[in-house]
């Protein structure tokens, strides 16, 4: 939801706002998921309906449409957008009405309806908006994103290695795979990485901590098969976990890249979110904090 305190606010593209303004009155998680406004979380907003609306004070209407183009302008976000011309303006009264159910906040202790800002709603606008019969889904623009149709769900992938033999164990959902350069530089942060994995109720492990196969890569593929989640440490750029990393990606396991310098995370990587560390004390300790929940999070997914 775009609003403003502009009553020409919409009337021509492009809109401008402070970026600050991007993510108030918008729930936690998906604060989280959209504030760092990179390639992947700017796709996803392009994807979504947008509810264009004015502060209160303005008494005009509310629109709905799309955004076509996101980009970051000094300290603003400026924002391409469109009408949908299948859908009629909803009248101000009837915004006021629909507030509530928009999640935009407008009791006596909420300042949403007075504030100019961009926010994230975790409602489905479109079938709200269906529901309500303020507008028919089957008439909407055929250049609205959101009237794209989902793909058909796909055959689950079959992987058949050709050089590594599938192990006979079944997937242990609290196994952490921890792939890391073999040097005793890192003992200290698997150490840490083990803690994570205790806290959160979960058991870490490491390649050369087994000696099952005479083939160390066997070994390795064999971890990554029966765990459920795989921490790798890019730092030091070393190509054998970017090629662990690979394989733990290949087989659908949830993948935590931790690395000691953002250089060490490679281009095609970076759009992944990764957790960076100091290899001292402290900043063990705060890895350690980090991991926790995220492992939390990835055990019960």
Known sequence: MLMSGLDAAFDQSPWELEKGRFGEYTDDDLRERFLSLDGKAIQELLSLPALFWHETGCKKAGRIGWLDEIKHAGRNLQAKFAFDPFIPEIPFDMMLELAPSLDIRMGKRELEGHRTHWAVKNVDLIAFLDERRIIDRRRLSPHAPYLIPKTAAREPMQV?????????????????????????????????????????????????????????????????????????????????????????????????????????????????????YLNNGEGLATLASQLSPRLVTLAAS
């Not at 901590?209 to 795989?230: C, K, M, P």
């Open 160 to 276: 058949s290695p050709k050089v590594f033999e599938t192990p006979v164990q079944p997937v242990d959902r609290r196994l952490v795979a921890v792939m890391m350069p073999f040097t005793a530089g890192f003992d200290r942060v698997y150490s840490a990485i083990s803690q994570a994995a205790e806290s959160a109720g979960l058991h870490a492990q490491k390649a050369n901590d087994i000696w099952e196969h005479s083939v160390l890569i066997q070994e390795i593929f064999s971890l990554i098969y029966r765990s459920h989640v795989v921490v790798c440490d890019f730092s030091g750029k070393n190509p054998n976990v970017f090629y662990e990393a690979g394989i733990a990606h290949m087989l659908g396991r949830h993948v935590v890249p931790i690395t000691q310098h953002h250089d060490d995370v490679p281009f095609d990587l970076r759009h992944h979110r990764y957790i960076q």
